[in-house]
């Protein structure tokens, strides 16, 4: 199982980034995607979510403004972002479990995933 995010770079406040995590050696289409980020010397924080069955969750900091979605097709799963803050600045981690689904409280708990990829720095700044 291995779980591939890019995406991320340099924006100034109020632009927008697409994230993508690429999956291999599983079909992510049937499994939870959650992605997660963590800014330096912050806890890692639940982001957003899109189960098997297509139910998506999202961290009341970022609702309205961040969008998660699947390509089947191309086992990846997105991330749009838009009207970015500096409060966004962090490194964003994509992260699955192959096991079960979560629910509106277990998504954004970081112990519930069992594979996680390796993360990629999304920076807002002006």
């Known amino acids: 199982v291995q779980l591939q995010a890019s995406g991320g770079g340099l924006v100034q406040p109020g632009g927008s980034l697409r994230l993508s995590c690429a999956a291999s050696?599983?079909?992510?289409?049937?499994?939870?995607i959650g992605w997660f980020r963590q800014a330096p010397g912050k806890e890692r924080e639940g982001v957003s979510c899109i189960t098997s069955g297509g139910t998506t969750y999202y961290a009341d900091s970022v609702k309205g403004r961040f969008t998660i979605s699947r390509d089947n097709a191309k086992n990846t799963v997105y991330l749009q972002m838009n009207s970015l803050k500096p409060e966004d600045t962090a490194v964003y981690y994509c992260?699955?479990?192959?096991?079960?689904?979560?629910?509106?409280?277990?998504?954004?708990?970081?112990?519930?995933?069992?594979?996680w990829g390796q993360g990629t720095q999304v920076t807002v700044s002006s």
């Open positions: 050696n599983f079909n992510s289409r049937y499994h939870a």
């Open positions: 992260a699955t479990d192959l096991v079960r689904d979560p629910n509106s409280d277990s998504w954004r708990s970081s112990p519930f995933y069992d594979y």
